[in-house]
């Protein structure tokens, strides 16, 4: 009997010590899968800002029309730094303390709009759209501003970035009982329905299909619902395989 159970013993250390393994061999593979995209996507920009500033200096443009074209792409580029930036550190911080926020009241069509505007550069070089319709007559919601500007911009960056064609995004705003819908639909390549519960995990990227064309941290969706959490909402999707995706968030007005 002792030995029975020594051996059930034995077997059973054996089993965890493999699932172990193999757990952190899978955690080794995400950490360098992120570290290798995040270098890529920083690398993108960087690239851009420095093509850019060379061809001022170098150049020594006197056309005032080519320097304000440059100098709108270095901004454009420096404000993609900064969101990946912020992204990262605010899933860290939600990590050790997903409370610090600091709720105002806020007019979410303003925002949205001022939102829409940060991606014309992106808009203009995959000939994309970008359509709001607002039905909602309450737009003041009490919520962290610079989270919501967080949630928002990373489903839009989404939204625009896996597709295959040209990109059309269409936000709506809808008022609810108790707050208000906000609705982000694209015509990109949608999520199998297999994936979609795990979208929303940190780091997580699907792993088939087109998705490896594109670059990406496996941040934006896990902060976004994480934030959204945080503000007292919930998010959810709805997507088919080639045919886009719906994302619905909720936020209480307060």
Not at 184 to 211: C, L, M
Request: charged share 25%.
């Amino acid at each position: 009997m002792i030995s029975a159970l020594l051996t059930v013993l034995i077997i059973s250390l054996f089993f965890v010590t493999i699932k172990m393994l193999l757990k952190q061999k899978k955690v080794t593979e995400v950490k360098n899968d992120l570290l290798n995209n995040i270098t890529h996507e920083f690398k993108t920009p960087i690239s851009t800002i420095a093509l850019a500033t060379d061809v001022i200096a170098e150049q020594q443009l006197k056309d005032m029309s080519k320097i304000s074209k440059y100098l709108s792409v270095i901004k454009e580029e420096n404000k993609r730094l900064t969101g990946m930036v912020e992204n990262i550190l605010n899933a860290a911080a939600l990590e050790n303390d997903p409370t610090k926020l600091e709720k105002m009241t806020v007019d979410v069509t303003k925002i949205i709009t001022e939102i829409i505007k940060q991606f014309e550069v992106i808009k203009e070089k995959t000939n994309g759209e970008i359509i709001t319709n607002f039905k909602s007559n309450k737009s003041f919601i009490i919520i962290d501003e610079k989270s919501f500007r967080t949630i928002i911009a990373n489903l839009i960056d989404n939204a625009l970035k896996y597709n295959n064609g040209n990109p059309k995004v269409l936000l709506i705003l809808r008022e609810q009982k108790d707050g208000i819908e906000i609705l982000i639909k694209d015509n990109g390549i949608g999520i199998s329905k297999e994936h979609q519960k795990k979208i929303f995990d940190a780091f997580y990227r699907v792993p088939k299909g087109n998705t490896h064309n594109v670059k990406g941290n496996g941040i934006g969706l896990s902060s976004a619902k994480k934030l959204v959490k945080a503000n007292n909402g919930n998010i959810s999707v709805e997507s088919k395989l080639d045919s886009g995706s719906t994302f619905k968030i909720f936020l209480p007005y307060e």
